[in-house]
């Protein structure tokens, strides 16, 4: 055991030494609060924050008043804790799904209006005529019959003319979409379900949308929404952002843990929705690591190189896979680093996932990856992941039928800009 200083403010923390200053802190797990409540029990999200490690993580390394930014957002965790807590957020995150979840959640609406607009939708609904709607594969996923329905419901929906309103229901008619498609609600990948079961699409629609309208107005009268900037945009991280230099007080981010074609697939997760909602966008192409490359000695972590080259004795392929999911990770920090001002902070919390049976040291990777654009690592904290979130099993190998014990923790790398 020895004594570190932990935080920004001096806190002095106790822990046991595991390599790469990893630091096992139970009061991170928040395991008796499911990360699904309150407003973020609005849309399921594949890997979401846990709202109060954030809530503990912007309290500690942040301000009032402060700029906060979340380049890969996902469902929006980080915008809403800013919100109720008073600091500036801008958000980015490629996949569309992603941003009309973040928008929805940290847009308050009063539920009268929302109240009456539903019960608009479901008259209206009863008098369309379901137009001609089409998209690949679309009677693989779905029957006939809800076809028809999910036709006639997103024209009511459309008409919709108040855009914030609009996207409300939008959330809840893409919850429907995923429950009453032939794929399996509780997957994150599209595994055509065995036997569909027969779900009134209006039925749900309505369940959601009520569930929706209660969570949200409740979550807002607990916690009011303060006067703040928010800034949620949908965006390719790769391809610069627009933010002043070091104009970044803190950033609180959880990169996609590798490619989407063997980790969290996000979108496979949104594809169908996607559809309904008339976006052609594949986001797995365009996520972190999706093109793959040749293997070059360039990027700052000598660890990482020793890793693929034990894959490369195994597989070739697999070693490039993963080398290009690094290389756009380390582009990703590269334009992250130069946003943050001088003895600003970074959260990046990463999952070490396992490839070929090794399990890839991501923290320890990121920490050399931050190091080399001028920050100074201060400590990681391991964090277990709640079983409901995260697949605590995966396919480590590719091989159908083979599962490994995998992402049970999750590290949360903190770091300070010094030069
Ligand atoms: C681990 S998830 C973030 C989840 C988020 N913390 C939450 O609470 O919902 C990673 C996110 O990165 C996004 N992403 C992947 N590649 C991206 C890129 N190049 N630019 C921006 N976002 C990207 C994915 O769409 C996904 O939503």
């Keep these: 055991m020895r004594q570190i200083e932990l935080f920004q403010k001096g806190i002095e923390k106790e822990y046991i030494e595991l390599p790469f200053k990893r630091f096992r802190d139970e009061s991170f797990d928040f395991k008796e609060i499911p990360a699904g409540s309150g407003v973020y029990g609005i849309h399921p999200y594949p890997a979401m924050f846990h709202f109060l490690v954030v809530r503990k993580l912007l309290k500690e390394f942040s301000k009032r008043g402060e700029l906060v930014l979340d380049p890969f957002m996902g469902s929006g965790v980080v915008g809403v804790e800013c919100l109720i807590s008073g600091r500036n957020f801008v958000g980015y995150d490629i996949n569309p799904l992603a941003v009309l979840i973040a928008k929805v959640r940290t847009t308050p609406i009063k539920s009268n209006l929302l109240l009456q607009m539903l019960k608009h939708i479901i008259q209206d609904f009863k008098h369309q005529k379901p137009e001609f709607f089409e998209f690949d594969n679309l009677y693989y996923w779905f029957d006939k019959e809800v076809v028809k329905d999910l036709t006639r419901l997103r024209q009511s929906i459309f008409k919709i003319e108040d855009r914030i309103v609009k996207d409300f229901f939008k959330v809840a008619f893409s919850d429907t ?162 946003k943050v001002k001088k003895n600003g902070f970074v959260c990046f919390v990463v999952g070490n996932r396992k490839v070929k049976g090794v399990e890839l040291p991501t923290d320890k990777i990121s920490v050399d990856f931050f190091s080399a654009e001028g920050f100074e690592h201060q400590i990681t904290i391991v964090r277990e992941i709640s079983r409901k979130r995260m697949p605590h099993k995966n396919s480590p190998s590719n091989i159908k039928g083979m599962k490994d014990e995998t992402m049970k923790y999750e590290y949360i790398v903190i770091l300070k800009k010094t030069s």
Excluded: C, M
């Design 177 to 338: 979409v995923r429950r009453v498609s032939k794929a399996r609600y509780d997957e994150f990948k599209l595994v055509r379900k065995k036997e569909s079961d027969s779900i009134s699409v209006l039925k749900f629609f309505e369940e959601t949308a009520l569930k929706n309208i209660g969570l949200l107005t409740q979550f807002y009268e607990n916690f009011p929404p303060t006067k703040t900037n928010l800034i949620l945009e949908e965006r390719d991280i790769l391809n610069e952002i627009p933010l002043e230099d070091e104009s970044v007080d803190l950033v609180i981010t959880s990169p996609p843990y590798g490619d989407s074609r063997t980790t969290v697939a996000y979108g496979q997760f949104s594809k169908l929705p996607l559809r309904w909602l008339g976006i052609e966008k594949d986001v797995d192409k365009i996520s972190l690591g999706a093109k793959i490359r040749e293997i070059h000695y360039n990027l700052p972590s000598e660890i990482l190189f020793e890793y693929i080259e034990k894959i490369a004795v195994e597989d070739e392929r697999r070693a490039k896979e993963v080398f290009s999911y690094y290389e756009d990770l380390y582009s990703s920090i590269r334009i992250i680093s130069r």
